[in-house]
Each structure stands twice: as C-alpha cells, then as structure tokens.
C-alpha cells in the first residue's frame, strides 16, 4: 500500500468531537464550538468554569476560545474510563470533578488572601505573578492539592485544546499526519 | 457460575500474556485469556494525543506512597494488548554484565541465567514480530546474534543532529532495535514515520500484540474475554496446586474459569496483589511466598532528559516515537563512578516530537506559561530536539507493592506500591543530566538545557522475582512459582534486576523461553 493508501483506509472508523448537551439533545462538538456557542455547563458552577477560563487562558493565550473550560467540564461529567484528561495519566484518583473543584477553590482563596480580589479580578501582571508563585509552591496561603501539581494540569489542559489539536498543529506549521484522523480536528 | 474447564487461563491480554497464549493455543492447548479492560480494535486506535488516553488504565488506582511515589497509569496497559498497545517499540536487550551484579559488585541481585540463556530468545521474538536495526553494529557491545529481518529505519535530521554531540565526547551511537518495520513484514506494512506511535500504530507497522502474538493466538484458537476483572486464584484443599481463577465479568457476575495452567501476566504490580489477595491456610501470606518476598524488589528505571534548540528544520514531528540511534557507551555499571553513581545508563536519540501531553514539546519547559510559552511553541515547532538517558536502579526490599484497607467494587483490597530510589540512583540520574548538556553542548544547538524535575518513575519491574529456590525468589528462571508448579508468572515482574534499556523485548523474550518450556513439558506441570 502506499502511504496515502494507508492513510485512508482507516477512514471512517474515526470519531472526535465529544457529547455536549444542548437544547436537551446530545450533540458532537469541538470544546471551541462549545465554548461558541455557550453551551451549558454540565459540572462546574459558573464561579469555578470563570476561574478555569481565566487561569486557563492565563497559562496557554488562546486558551479560553479553543473550549478549556468545556473541554474540562464535559470530561467531568463522564465515567471516568471513558476521560481523556490529563488527570488520568497522572495518577489523580477518580471521580476526577473532586481534584478539580480543591484546585479551583484554592486557586480562588489564594487569590483573595493575596490580592483581595477573585483570581478573574487581577490584572495580567498580577495573574501572571501569581501563577509564577504557584508553580514554585510558593503561595503562602495555598490550600489543596500540591500548587505546583495544579498549575501542571491545568496548563497542561489548556495546553490540550490550543496545541494538541489538529488546528493546533496547523497554527504551529507542523503536519498532523494522522493515520486515523480525529473528526472535526481534535 | 463455574465455566468449562480449559487447559490454560491466563490472567492479562497484554505483551507476556499473547506471548503464552500463541505459543499454548499453537501446541493444542485449550486457552481463555481474561484481560480486565476492553477488547480494542486497530480502528480505536486515533492519531490524537486526547484519545491515546482512553487506552491507559482506568481499573481500580493503585495507591502510591514512598520517597519517589511510582506513577504508573501513564505506562500502563488497560486492555487487550496491555501496554505493549501504546509502548514505544523500543527494542534494546539487556547486556551480560546486567546477570551477575550480586556477585560482581556486591549490589543487587544475581538472575539464575545468563545473557546466554535469553539470546536465542531475543533472536526469535525478532523474527516472530519483525525488528529493524543493525545487528552487526551492536557487537561493539554484545555478543554476536542473528541479524534483524528487517534493516534500519529512515533518520531524519531530529536524530542525525546529535551525532555530532556523541562522536564529540567519544559516545557510540548505532541504529536503534527497533520494533517497527522499516519494509513489509510478514503482511504488515512499513512504517510511514507520522509519530503516532505512543496512542497506537492502526496500520500494524508497529509489533503491538493485536498484529503479532495475540493474533496468532486468536486464529490459533485461543478466547479473549474482555471487562473480566480476576479477584482470586483458586488452590487445592491441600494448597499445592492451584485450580482455576474467579473472576467478575462484564456484566460484574461472578465467574469462575477452572485450569489445569494459570498463568498471571496482569503486570507487575497486579500479580502480587492477585497473589496476595489469594491466601488460604495452606498459604497464609499469600501464594508462592514461603520466602516472603512476594510484592518485594520492585524496581523502576528514570530518565534524564536533555533538550536542544536548532535554528535549522530539524522536521522533529517526523520519525517514531521510538529512537532513531541508540548508546551503551555507558553501560558499565560503574561508568559514572567518580560521581558517586552505580547503575547501567542506555541512551536513545531521535523521537519523534508531538506537541501536547506529558511527553510533548509544550512540557520541555514546563516553568514557561503565557506569552513566553506561545513563543517557545513557535521556535520549538521545527527546530526542537532532545536525548534520553535511562538510568537503573538497584533493587531494595523496601520498594514493594502489599494490600491496602481500601477495596475496590469488586471487594478486592487495593495495593499499595511503596518506591524510593537509592542513593546510587540519584547520583547517576545527576551524572546523566551532565553528560546530556556535555553532549548538547558539542552538537552546536543554539540553546541546550536539561529536563531536571522531579525523578521520574519509568516501566515497573520485579515483584515476583525469579531466583534459585523458594528461599530467594518466587519463580524459577521460566515464570514457574517455585511452590505451585501449575501456577505461572510472565512478564517484567519476574525480573531480579532491570538492567537500564526498555524491557518490552525482554519481556517477549523471557515469555517465549517460558511458553515453549511449559508446553514441552506440559505433563510435569498440567499433572
């Protein structure tokens, strides 16, 4: 076979877009047409999907329109052998809505005690020196899971929707070349 | 509900567990493989670092505890095809100094067989699942062997970049083992270089198990039976044969498979907590473990990881996940001694880069984040690359896994692994970081730096270590519990010491002596 032979003759069998709920009905999108389209929440309260948003897009510009907050959400929501977080390669123990809610819980009473104001309140300077004491663990009024921890998952989602995407890819200039290609470019 | 009784029941669907059902089913043996994930297809297998993930474990957790806590579910399998679905397809061999270190340096411990004894397994599982690689090339470290069916894989510029850096500081580097097919093998095609390897190959370029062992075990009849999670192994009343397994099935009914065989190959971590969870009062600690070792010398390997920053298209998305060159330059188990370090280093160069996830680019600097890591992206996207070196860690009684209070849906108590590396093991993970930079440095990359974090835990070995008698260990040299001769251990779990390289080759290898044994002398064992 040649290798676009190869390539093609897994087509078909591919699936990508995840189930959000709109309207009632199950629909596949992507986390960006989600976020879009303002599709509801399924698991986090407003408050903690603004801080995910904002800490997300902090950590990984562009973060925040790629669907972070609803990429995270929509996983929670799910069996947890069926996510595809990055809290599952790294050993977090399920129900993984648990480690998310202690993250963002603590990244919000740390910003108050910091700053008296909400993590989404800030600046950019000041969210940016506060994620800089957070990865180094050196957020004296941290309390949750490991600061540092924290800051690796969450960038590591934001991460996800902007890089790990087939239009991640494309705005990098590097090919995808999949050999079954995830429908609707993730 | 009790099923017809079968020759075999092996307990895993992954690298060690095919390996025994082809060769068994082959030989005429009636075999059921019990594999507690799913029953994945070629067509599961998406090109998508999101979806690679719905392919590691997501059983009941493990809990983690020591001074290096092991983090296991990134290396994990879960599923038919185990890890060896999403592994990387490295195929290094352990070296002979690795066999005797008890008795050459007073460390670790001693394997009851030699280099020798394994080698014409290495060569065999090379021509069963296809490996491309130099040979000949490899003997400025080993023994001479048969050549590779298949000849080395393409370079790209990704890996050819640190040639410059080895020859430099005097380091050897020869087309890396590879399990992939560099040419058609045996109907499967060549590789096409995407670097999707690490989410699994669907084109079955790659020697993961669904195209190899499993396969033939498949059309040579053996039955997989998927979501069957086993809890026990069952015994004789008088405790000195083991007669079957129960398990819950997909429907979490309970099930109970007898066997005139059982062979666990579940990983190891898993084996000894099945083990464990299975004691009667003929074997009160657990089965097999008059020597109270069960659970005991696990031993995990880390890498210290160095990155380089070209100006040049270096393609780095091109090529494998696994290496393009490798090194035993340092092998010597004393090589980095004048740094207070003992262990064998093996360095591999070349992967193939992705971009999200634990092993991508956005985590070869994992302090940058906002506007800083954008343009880090941006600058790494063609001109990034990096080296590894894997480093061994002397095996320690202490590093185990054992029960927890805690129990899972199924009833079962959870297990516990408890690691922590040695001294020895710090110093020549710092040791390597050096030479990493020494190296990079003479490849003249505009920027080089060292991956330092946290030490990280990589593969899972021992645990039910293999020696001479029920004193020292808990199998023979072929997988057989030295106490129960119709229960059986596969895979890295029966390794005494792990040497530094990949163990999936060795694994196949030590499975395939194991298998064939026990199917030559099936009346000694079967009864």
């Known amino acids: ?186 | 509900m009790a099923n017809e009784k079968v020759d075999v029941v092996i307990v895993g669907a992954g690298a060690s567990g095919s390996v025994y059902a082809a060769v068994l089913a082959k030989a005429g043996k009636k075999v059921v493989l019990l594999e507690s994930g799913p029953d994945w297809q070629l067509g599961d297998l998406i090109s998508s670092d999101f979806w690679g993930r719905r392919i590691k474990p997501a059983g009941p957790p493990f809990l983690l505890e020591g001074k290096n806590p092991y983090g296991y579910v990134y290396q994990s399998g879960w599923g038919v095809g185990g890890a060896a679905l999403h592994y990387f397809a490295n195929f290094p061999r352990l070296m002979p100094n690795d066999f005797k270190v008890k008795s050459t340096y007073g460390k670790g411990l001693d394997w009851p067989i030699d280099y020798a004894d394994i080698a014409p397994y290495w060569d065999k599982v090379a021509d069963d699942v296809g490996v491309s690689g130099d040979a000949k090339a490899e003997e400025i470290w080993r023994p001479a062997g048969k050549p590779y069916p298949m000849p080395p894989m393409k370079t790209f510029p990704g890996g050819d970049a640190w040639k410059k850096g080895f020859e430099a500081v005097g380091l050897r580097l020869t087309p890396a083992a590879v399990g992939i097919n560099s040419t058609e093998y045996k109907g499967r095609p060549a590789c096409i270089y995407d670097g999707w390897c690490h989410v699994g190959c669907p084109i079955g370029a790659l020697s993961n198990p669904l195209v190899t062992y499993l396969g033939d075990a498949r059309k040579a009849g053996a039955e997989v039976r998927a979501h069957a999670t086993v809890t026990r192994v069952l015994t004789s009343a008088d405790g000195k044969r083991v007669t079957g397994v129960e398990y819950f099935d997909a429907k979490k009914e309970k099930q109970v498979q007898e066997a005139s065989i059982v062979v666990l190959a579940a990983w190891s971590a898993q084996n000894p907590r099945l083990m464990l969870n299975s004691a009667t009062d003929k074997h009160p600690n657990g089965l097999a473990n008059a020597s109270g070792l069960l659970g005991k010398y696990l031993t995990a390997h880390f890498s210290s990881g160095t990155s380089a920053m070209f100006d040049e298209d270096l393609q780095p998305y091109m090529g494998t996940i696994a290496a393009q060159y490798f090194s035993y330059d340092l092998y010597d188990k004393n090589a980095h001694k004048d740094k207070g370090a003992f262990g064998s280093t093996f360095m591999v160069a070349g992967s193939a880069q992705r971009y999200s996830a634990l092993g991508g680019v956005a985590n070869a600097r994992v302090d940058l984040f906002g506007a800083e890591l954008a343009a880090f992206m941006k600058r790494a996207a063609r001109g990034y690359t990096r080296i590894g070196a894997f480093g061994e860690e002397m095996p320690a009684i202490d590093n185990r896994v054992e029960l927890a209070g805690d129990k899972d849906e199924f009833g079962m108590p959870l297990g516990k692994i408890t690691h922590g590396f040695n001294d020895d093991a710090v110093a020549l993970f710092n040791a390597n970081f050096d030479k990493g930079l020494e190296i990079a440095k003479a490849t003249g990359a505009k920027e080089v730096w060292s991956n330092k974090g946290a030490m990280p835990t990589i593969h899972l070995m021992g645990g039910t270590i293999m020696g001479h008698n029920a004193n020292d260990s808990v199998t023979d040299s072929y997988g057989t519990t030295h106490e129960i001769p119709n229960l059986w251990i596969a895979g890295p779990g029966i390794f005494p010491t792990s040497g530094a390289p990949n163990p999936t080759y060795t694994i196949f290898a030590l499975s395939l002596r194991g298998a064939e044994n026990l199917a030559k002398n099936w009346g000694a064992f079967a009864g």
């Open chain 1, 1 to 186: 076979m040649d290798e676009i032979q190869r390539r093609a003759f897994m087509k078909g069998a591919a699936i990508g877009a995840i189930a959000f709920s709109v309207g009632g009905a199950e629909v596949m999108l992507t986390p960006r047409q989600a976020h879009a389209q303002n599709v509801p929440l399924r698991t986090l309260t407003p408050e903690q999907a603004a801080t995910l948003g904002a800490m997300g897009e902090a950590l990984v510009p562009g973060a925040k329109d790629a669907g972070v907050v609803n990429f995270v959400d929509q996983q929670l929501s799910i069996p947890a052998e069926q996510a595809l977080l990055e809290a599952r390669i790294m050993n977090v123990r399920p129900p993984y809505a648990n480690f998310y809610r202690a993250a963002l819980g603590a990244i919000e009473a740390a910003s108050q005690t910091k700053f008296s104001k909400a993590f989404t309140a800030l600046t950019p300077a000041e969210q940016h020196d506060f994620i800089d004491l957070m990865r180094q663990n050196k957020l004296d009024a941290w309390k949750g899971p490991g600061s540092p921890f924290v800051y690796f998952l969450l960038r590591t989602d934001a991460v996800d929707v902007v890089y790990g995407t087939m239009d991640g890819y494309a705005h990098l200039g590097v090919p995808y070349q999949p050999h079954i290609a995830p429908t609707q470019s993730w």
